[in-house]
């Protein structure tokens, strides 16, 4: 049973025609025909039949067609919410968000907001999370994701900012070349890093993160710093230095799964590479409508 059958039913009993059903559903009679047979057989009672009259319902008929009836009331219902619900979000959602969060969860989630919403226009940037704060505070961009930790700001601003937390912990990794001799570890510890060669992510998250090593290390040897993750993945791949990561950042990443590069967790850091991740929007911003409604299909 689908609904295509029930609006089928519906017109022949409104028109006592199969040929007029068919013509005001510009479909052929013959299909009409066939998809109400089907019908009758699953349920298996007959729902009309021919007469001088034309093509009139049975008398068990007219008690389920009462009820198709109803049921299509209650579809066109659900189509007008719908619409109604639709219709409110337009225009454009300007999303702000950390390189981590970009490409991991975001893209699930823009596909599913997209396929509902196909009348909206997103457009995605990646910075670090003071300026992604920044870009809301000043309306630049509507929706912001971030981590929030020690490194990045002294937290976020007083209202109106909101702040939806994503439950979401991870853990600083290190990520090395797989023929290392520091991927043989479970575990790393920061005095474990000295005297290697660094590729460092640029923000300044990680330039609090580098300051640490250094201290712990007497000195750290940074070859270059990119803000682009997969230049970091390739250039460790190609063993030209080892990197950090949290965690979120490499889950079902084609480098590590593949083996080209090892990750292994980093013990005894007082800070948690993830922090608080979350969505920020302004109380007051022009779209904080659509950026709330854009969270409820980010799953961490």
């Known amino acids: 049973m689908n609904i295509e059958q029930l ?52 008398e068990d008929g007219r008690t389920i067609i009462k009820k198709v009836l109803e049921i299509l009331m209650k579809v066109d219902e659900i189509k007008e919410e719908v619409q109604s619900i ?22 699930k989630a823009l596909a599913s907001f997209k396929k509902d919403f196909p009348q909206i226009k997103v457009m995605v940037i990646e910075l670090e999370s003071r300026v992604v704060i ?11 994701l971030i981590s929030l930790n020690p490194y990045t700001s002294d937290g976020l601003p007083d209202e109106p900012i909101a702040f ?22 479970k575990e790393l510890m920061l005095k474990d890093l000295a005297n290697h060669a660094f590729i460092m992510s640029a923000s300044s998250f990680w330039d609090g993160v580098t300051e640490d090593i250094d201290q712990v290390c007497g000195g750290i040897n940074v070859i270059f710093t990119t803000t682009n993750p997969e230049v970091i993945k390739r250039s460790v791949a190609e063993g030209l230095g080892i990197s950090l990561m949290s965690s979120l950042m490499l889950r079902d990443d084609p480098y590590v799964e593949s083996g080209r590069i090892a990750a292994v967790p980093l013990a005894g850091y007082r800070l948690d590479a993830s922090g608080t991740f979350g969505g920020i929007y302004s109380k007051k911003g022009s779209q904080q409508r659509l950026a709330r409604k854009f969270l409820d299909y980010i799953e961490v």
């Open 164 to 185: 939806h937390s994503f439950q979401y912990k991870g853990e600083l990794q290190v990520i090395v070349p797989r023929d290392s001799v520091l991927a043989l570890n």
């Open 86 to 107: 639709t219709s409110v979000y337009k225009g454009e959602l300007v999303i702000a968000t950390i390189p981590s969060l970009s490409m991991t969860f975001l893209p």
């Open 134 to 144: 920044d870009r809301i505070v000043h309306d630049k961009a509507h929706l912001g």
């Open 7 to 58: 609006e089928y039913v519906k017109e022949v009993f409104e028109t006592n025609s199969m040929s007029l059903a068919a013509q005001n559903l510009h479909v052929s009679q013959s299909a009409i025909s066939q998809s109400i047979s089907l019908l009758e057989k699953e349920i298996g009672i007959p729902l009309f039949k021919r007469s001088r009259n034309g093509t009139v319902p049975t």
